[in-house]
Nanobody, 139 residues
Framework: QVRLVESGGGSVQAGGSLRLSCAASESTYVGNCLAWFRHAPGKEREGVAVIYTEQGLSYYGDSVESRFTMSQDNSNNTVHLQLSNVKEDDAGMYYC????????????????????????????????WGQGTQVSVST
């Protein structure tokens, strides 16, 4: 069963920090590409970051590079997104997504060391989505 549950959203001051979490079911977490997307009113959905959980390799969208950090906790099947130096444009609904419902349904070689995950982020090509957690930025 696919499960992606986000938490950690809230209000943060511009320049501040916030950590989002996404708890996944084990079958969805293992050997998969797990990503964060965000969607703000009037804007297109944007891929923020993705991690290949088999190797812990992460990739980021240009607008958040060097400010956001994605990490994983294998003991809890959870990925985190650390938001730092937050800007007004970072506000929106943040969604956790999995490229596959079950990561192990494809061989490891398919993921090409995580670069396949990066390409999926660019195309928003993810099969499973969480309900989202809201981030607002105050100035």
């Amino acid at each position: 069963q696919v499960r992606l549950v986000e938490s950690g959203g809230g209000s943060v001051q511009a320049g501040g920090s916030l950590r989002l979490s996404c708890a996944a079911s084990e079958s969805t977490y293992v050997g998969n590409c797990l990503a964060w997307f965000r969607h703000a009113p009037g804007k297109e959905r944007e891929g923020v970051a993705v991690i290949y959980t088999e190797q812990g390799l992460s990739y980021y969208g240009d607008s958040v590079e060097s400010r956001f950090t994605m990490s994983q906790d294998n003991s809890n099947n959870t990925v985190h997104l650390q938001l730092s130096n937050v800007k007004e444009d970072d506000a929106g609904m943040y969604y956790c997504a999995a490229a596959l419902e079950t990561g192990t349904q494809l061989p490891r070689t398919f993921f090409q060391g995580g670069t396949w995950c990066k390409s999926r982020l660019a195309h928003s090509d993810f099969l499973a989505w969480g309900q989202g957690t809201q981030v607002s930025v105050s100035t």
